[in-house]
């Protein structure tokens, strides 16, 4: 068996690493979305003018939920690309295993 044909073929494994992180930088959005949201009532925005805040995220002023779903849309463009550039990498080695 050729162990480590991929990696020396091509990008395959750098690009499933950032799907990997960007998959993570996902998780600590939705956590802080989450979290924000939630008051003592159950899973609604606070009430108060000031805006929501995150306890234990190391943010001390009010969560911007807007920025934060703004960051969660760039994520899904980059995961979106990387996936794509994934599937066109696995593509070309399997048209070189082919035409061999």
Same mark, same amino acid.
């Given at each position: 068996?050729?162990?480590?044909?991929?990696?020396?073929?091509?990008?395959?494994?750098?690009?499933?690493?950032?799907?990997? /992180?960007?998959? !993570?930088?996902?998780?600590?959005?939705?956590?802080?979305? +989450?979290? =924000?949201? &939630?008051?003592?009532?159950?899973? %609604?925005?606070?009430?108060?003018?000031?805006g929501?805040?995150?306890?234990?995220?190391g943010?001390?002023?009010?969560v911007?939920?807007?920025? /934060?779903?703004? !960051?969660?849309?760039?994520?899904?463009?980059?995961?979106? +690309?990387? =996936?794509? &550039?994934?599937?066109?990498?696995? %593509?070309?080695?399997?048209?070189?295993?082919?035409?061999?």
């Amino acid at each position: 068996m050729l162990f480590g044909f991929v990696d020396r073929t091509t990008t395959a494994t750098t690009l499933k690493t950032a799907l990997d /992180e960007n998959q !993570a930088r996902v998780r600590g959005i939705q956590s802080r979305v +989450a979290r =924000a949201s &939630l008051n003592g009532d159950g899973f %609604a925005l606070s009430a108060a003018g000031q805006g929501p805040r995150v306890p234990g995220d190391g943010v001390t002023g009010p969560v911007d939920v807007e920025a /934060e779903m703004a !960051a969660l849309a760039d994520e899904q463009l980059r995961f979106e +690309a990387t =996936a794509k &550039l994934l599937e066109k990498a696995y %593509a070309s080695l399997r048209s070189a295993i082919r035409d061999r």
